[in-house]
């Protein structure tokens, strides 16, 4: 059974600074990997997805990687903003059906 | 852009309500779901419509029903609300299977 972890469950940086947020999965044969962003009491915003052949994909100051033989995609934001905080969330596919399986989310909290 | 709209972004019912929830798209996605997001359990697929009068269970069916009688429109059904379906319900639509799925704004949900 597929299992998506995002570590830290919380992050707090200053403005200005580069972060990376984490996601690892358990099964590799996973079809794609989708980045989403959910601010507080809202829905959510797809950021980003990169299919299972592809190893990054950029949106921005965003950058997606894909490590299927180790598990993890890694979501990078250059030079942090207030603007940017919020619940970060990776979900999985595990194939050409419509099943995301989703991480419990990084909620990030950019300072001024 | 893509719009998935969500009839109310707060509702409190009381148990033993019957309770609709109403999500339309403007993109013509042939697919459109039904989550609940919780704290420490995350997203969780209740039902999935993959066209009109379609429809297929997720995780967690139980106590839920859905329709869609029109490609735009996906309900779902609170047939006796219990206080357990207090939550956070998301809509989401996608063109393709395992593509993007666009949200809604989210409709939190109180059963007293």
Not at chain 2, 41 to 69: A, N, Q, T, W
């Amino acid at each position: 059974k597929q299992e998506v972890t995002q570590i830290p469950a919380a992050l707090s940086v200053p403005e200005g600074e580069n972060l990376v947020l984490n996601c690892s999965f358990t099964d590799s044969a996973i079809y794609n990997l989708q980045w989403f962003r959910q601010d507080p009491g809202k829905g959510l915003t797809s950021l980003l997805l990169i299919q299972s052949s592809q190893r990054e994909q950029t949106s921005g100051r965003l950058n997606a990687s894909l490590d299927k033989s180790s598990g993890r995609s890694t979501l990078y934001i250059a030079a942090s903003q207030p603007g940017d905080s919020a619940t970060y969330l990776c979900a999985v596919g595990m194939d050409s059906s419509y099943k995301l399986i989703f991480g419990s989310g990084t909620r990030l909290l950019v300072r001024p | 852009d893509v719009k998935v709209t969500q009839s109310s972004r707060y509702l409190v019912k009381r148990t033993g309500e019957k309770v609709f929830l109403e999500c339309v798209q403007d993109m013509d996605h042939e697919n459109m779901f039904w989550y609940r997001q919780d704290p420490g359990l995350g997203l969780r697929l209740i039902y999935f419509s993959y066209d009109v009068k379609m429809k297929e269970k997720g995780d967690i069916p139980e106590g839920y029903s859905v329709s869609r009688e029109k490609k735009e429109r996906f309900s779902l059904i609170l047939e006796s609300a219990s206080t357990n379906q207090t939550s956070m319900y998301l809509c989401a639509s996608s063109l393709e299977l395992a593509e993007t799925q666009y949200f809604g704004p989210g409709t939190r949900l109180l059963v007293l």
